[in-house]
Structures are given as C-alpha cells and as structure tokens.
C-alpha cells in the first residue's frame, strides 16, 4: 500500500494518512508536514532518507545563504523547524516518535535520526498544533493595531521553553524604536552588499513562477507586473534606505516585537531554536496570529550584539519575530516529498 500525497503540498489531507500501510508509508506522508515548514528565503534546506521505521534529516547544503547565513545558522534553525513539524505530525497520528539529535559526529549535515516509536493516545493540545500546520504562512503585510491577548504571550514563552529556547518580548516604547532603527540599520547594511542583492534575487520570483521554492512577489504585496521586475531590481539597485524606511515602520507599528533566543550559539541550539521557533508559529496561528520575520539585526554580526543589549536579556538572539492580527495571505510554494528524499 503507498501513501497519498497531495499533488499540491498545502492540500495535504489527514484522513489519507495510511494507517493501515508500512512503516516507510505513514513516514512519507508525515514528511508533507515537514516541507511546509518556514526557511530563510523559503529555501528548503532539507533533505531526507527514510529507513523502515526512521527518517534522516540532513541539512541541504547547496541551499546555503552563503552570504546572508555564511555559518549555516539561519539553516540549521529552518531544519529544525521541519523537524519540528515532523514530530508534532507524529504524535497527532499516535506515534511518540524517539529522536536523536547529531546522531553521527562524523557528518555534520547528518542533524536528526527520528523513529515512529511506540503508539500512545490522542495527545489534544498537540492536533490543535497540528491542523495549523496548513494555515501557517509567513506574513510580510501590514497588521491589525488589535493587541495580541496576553494569555497567548505566555503560551508562546512557554512553547520556546519546551525547546530550549526563550522568548523576549520588546516591551516600552524606547526600547521597540530602538529595534527598529536596528531592523532599518541591517536593510541598509545589507542591500549596499552586492553581493547579498545578488543572492536574494536568485530567490525571488516572479507571481507566474512555476518554482517550488522562494519567494513569489505576492508575498511582498506586489501584482504581476511588478512581480516580473523584481530579480532584476534586487540585484542591480540599493533599495537599502527604501527598506530601511518600510521595515522600521512596520517594526514600530507591529503590536508584538519578539526575540527567540538560545543559551548556546552552536549547531545545536540553532536546531533547538528552529524546534521552538516551529512550536510558537504554530501555537500562534492556533489563536489566529500571523507572524513575520525582521531578521536583519541577527543577520549583520555588529547588530546582534547591539540587539542584546537592547533586549537586556543573556544568550544569543536567533530570530526576531513579529505578530499581530491581519488578513489571510497566500501560501509560498513548496517543494514535493519525492524532491527532498535522498
């Protein structure tokens, strides 16, 4: 008996998971939740082998952001992401699942061993995380001024604490501003790097695109037209102080700024602060919150430090969120199962 997998991977369906199939079945399927994890310009940076009864998860390489992410960092924390997924996949079907974390010192790109372990009951808080898996988009609009409800903060402090991370808030109006004009600092950084304006065009596209991967202009807002112009804008003009300007403003106005953090800034911790990260994009999108990402400051290796002290707060900044509420958004695309498995 094979697994059914959806043509299009956001149409996934759980009433075809295969419960009467093999082991290598009801894995293949469970990797469709995997896929529709959130990376660094919707890059993908997974890859898996299936064994009987475990899947491999191996960092991909060759979808490095060798200059924005030249450690790998942002990468490793988008594996842990899918893995994240995975697991959370595993016990909504009744499976405890038993992972093993860098499972061969020998190879690096080798980050997880997981196994489907022992059956166990419907675990209810886990299938609320579950079924927002397909509703999980990355948000890059404008949010509602609505706060979000204080309840939902400290359920998101405690996701990032089941993973080893933390999470902090950027509370008081200084210390947001300060942020921003952080944000708005990276944007003009980066964008006067040719080098990153180059990288970044190679993953944008166009809204008639038939890649699997990236990041399609109606992500941004933008129409069609505008859309086709846009590889060849980002890598041949400095759109930094334009940026700059855009993003501080939406940092300002966003109703919640947030820094997901690791005590260690290791392989490790940036797969743990991809688990966590998972954990509070998914709890979020329970209580129908979008998120987005202002990852400059982390990005520019002279802001990050600045960022902590900003944020007052030990450990090492990962990625910096932003939440609120607002309109639904289109999903990016993603790559088939049978395009990520070694």
Sequence with gaps: M?????????????????????????????????????????????????????????????RALRV?????????????????????AM?????????????????????ARVRLGAQTEHDAEQSLMFHAI??????????????????????????????????????????RCEVADLVAEGDRTQWADKKFRLELSAWVHSNQSTSRDGIPGYAEGRGTLLSAAGPLVVRTFDLGEGRAARDRDIAVHSPVLAVLGTNDDTPCGWLAAGQALARILLRARVEDVWASFLNQPIEVPELRSKLSHTIGHGGYPQILLRFGFGRDVKPTPRRLVDEVLI
């Design 91 to 111: 016990r909504h079907f009744g499976y405890l699942g038993q992972m093993e974390l860098f499972p061969d010192l020998g190879d690096p790109d080798l980050l």
């Design 134 to 175: 397909a509703k999980r988009r990355t948000n890059r609009l404008p949010f509602a001024r609505d706060p979000v409800p204080a309840a939902l903060l400290l359920a998101l402090e405690r996701e990032a604490y089941e993973e080893s991370g933390w999470l902090c808030y950027v509370r008081g109006e200084e210390a």
């Design 2 to 62: 094979n697994a059914t997998l959806a043509p299009d991977p956001w149409t996934i369906n759980a009433d075809d998971f295969p419960a009467m199939g093999s082991s290598t079945d009801k894995l293949h399927f469970l990797l469709q939740y995997a896929v529709l994890a959130p990376s660094s310009h919707n890059s993908q940076p997974w890859l898996f082998r299936v064994r009987g009864d475990e899947v491999e998860l191996y960092a991909d390489r060759t």
């Design 68 to 88: 924005a992410d030249p450690e790998d960092r942002e990468l490793i924390i988008s594996c842990g992401a899918a893995l994240c997924h995975l697991r959370i």
